[in-house]
């Protein structure tokens, strides 16, 4: 079973600050996308990647996909209230139609 | 141009009521997903379809079943509903295989089975 993890779970910081979510697997992926969903939405696709090493700028955030395509991290610069939401990783696999999520990392931006 | 949209946006059912949770797209997406979402679980894949006519199983299909009789339509089913279906239910399209292609989300459906 293909599994994504994702660290940290929850994570509460203050206007201004840096921070870096990472979402790990044992398993190689062809693809890695993030989403951003807000309370009573649908996720929203931020960024995908897809050769091992690649990093995709977005703004303040920066994705960066792994050297083995096993791993993935997300960081962003100087958080505003306005990144307040739930960030979800996705592997995808050439061999499948299928998307497998990770479970998610929860950030409160406070002002 | 709606997008992906799904209804009802809320519904309460007793152990045992069937019901049918509506997604419609109209991007022309050959692709169309069915999650449900769960605290500290992500998105756990339902059932998807490839193509009109087309369904296959996800990661979690005990107790669903699905139709894509239209290519802008797709159904999820619940037969016999049972309380560890209460969950929230989103409803996705992509243009092709979604390893390199966006999945569009709906709003989603949030389901409570007393």
């Known amino acids: 079973t293909q599994l994504l993890e994702q660290s940290p779970q929850f994570l509460s910081i203050q206007e201004g600050e840096n921070l870096t979510v990472y979402c790990n697997s044992s398993s190689v992926f062809s693809s890695l996308q993030w989403y951003r969903q807000e309370p009573g939405e649908g996720p929203v696709l931020l960024v995908t990647v897809v050769t091992g090493g690649e990093v995709k700028k977005l703004k303040r955030l920066t994705f960066q996909f792994g050297d083995a395509r096993k791993d993935s991290s997300l960081h962003i610069t100087a958080a505003q209230p306005g990144d307040t939401g739930l960030y979800l990783c996705a592997g995808g696999m050439d061999s499948s139609y299928k998307l497998i999520f990770g479970s998610g990392t929860r950030l409160l931006v406070r002002p | 141009n709606a997008g992906v949209t799904q209804t009802p946006k809320f519904r309460v059912l007793k152990t045992g009521q069937s019901m049918t949770l509506l997604c419609a797209q109209d991007?022309?997406?050959?692709?169309m997903y069915w999650y449900r979402q769960d605290p500290g679980m992500g998105l756990r894949l339902i059932h998807y379809s490839v193509g009109e006519g087309t369904t296959a199983k996800g990661e979690v299909p005990d107790g669903y079943n699905v139709s894509r009789l239209k290519k802008q339509n797709f159904l999820l089913g619940l037969e016999s509903a049972a309380p560890s279906q209460t969950s929230v239910y989103f409803c996705?399209?992509?243009?092709?295989?979604?390893?390199?292609?966006?999945?569009?989300f709906g709003p989603g459906t949030r389901l409570t089975v007393l």
């Open positions: 991007m022309n997406h050959e692709y």
């Open positions: 996705a399209s992509s243009y092709g295989l979604a390893a390199y292609n966006e999945q569009f």
